[in-house]
């Protein structure tokens, strides 16, 4: 299996900040990298997809990098409803991994 | 708009069968070149990917619980069904369905969970 580590585990930050949260995979999946927002008690939403594309109707200040092993999500100015876990998930093979998510909260 | 609803016993005792049904509408479980998955979710940890069946049959599941899983799909119900066997504590979660939809670039198909259900706890407990 495809380990995905991400970093920091957890983030303080107030709105107007940019963060930037990082995941690594324990070998390369190309491009095949997908990043989700999950606040409490609700499902997962699908924020980038093949490490840089935004979903549909996700707001421009949500973006990612990377190839190869390294990817990051950046929220360029956060805003009161970006304070969420977001986690990675990788679709170079199965079982499609994710990593361990990353909590965002407010300072 | 296509919705996912989960449903299914929400306890199941230890040793026993977990069953759980994804409940697909505004769309056709047969049309495009979906996956329909299981996630899960331990209270207060990650996700974990269970499994995926394509509407031909073709399955792919998690090694770590694949000797457990069956994933099936009735495209004449519009469904698709989860069963974890021999479940313990540890598979006390909160379970999601979800539409894997692919985009194609330069002819690699790039998988990514585009719809989810609200998600069903179940508790394994006697």
């Known amino acids: 299996d495809i380990q995905m580590t991400q970093s920091p585990s957890s983030l303080s930050a107030s709105v107007g900040d940019r963060v930037t949260i990082t995941c690594r995979a324990s070998?390369?999946?190309?491009?095949?990298l997908n990043w989700y927002q999950q606040k409490p008690g609700k499902a997962p939403k699908l924020l980038i997809y093949?490490?840089?594309s935004l979903q549909s109707g996700v707001p421009s200040r949500f973006s990612g990098s990377g190839s190869g092993t390294d990817f990051t999500l950046t929220i360029s100015s956060l805003q009161p409803e970006d304070f969420a876990t977001y986690s990675c998930q990788q679709s170079y093979s199965t079982p499609h991994t994710f990593g361990q998510g990353t909590k965002l909260e407010i300072k | 708009q296509v919705q996912l609803q989960e449903s299914g016993p929400g306890l199941v005792k230890p040793s026993q069968t977990l069953s759980l049904t994804c409940t697909v509408s505004?769309?056709?479980?047969?049309?495009?070149?979906?996956?329909w998955s299981w996630i899960r979710q331990p209270a207060g940890k990650g996700l974990e990917w269970i499994g995926r069946i394509y509407t031909s049959g073709s399955t792919n599941y998690n090694p770590s619980l694949k000797s457990r899983v069956t994933i099936s799909v009735d495209t004449s119900k519009n469904q698709f069904s989860l069963k974890l066997s021999s479940v313990t504590a540890a598979d006390t979660a909160v379970f999601y369905c979800?539409?894997?939809?692919?985009?194609?670039?330069?002819?690699?198909?790039?998988?990514?969970?585009?719809?989810w259900g609200k998600g069903t706890m179940v508790t394994v407990s006697s």
């Open positions: 505004g769309g056709s479980i047969s049309t495009g070149s979906y996956y």
């Open positions: 070998q390369s999946i190309i491009s095949y």
């Open positions: 093949a490490a840089s």
């Open positions: 979800a539409r894997e939809a692919p985009v194609v670039y330069a002819r690699h198909y790039y998988y990514y969970m585009d719809v």
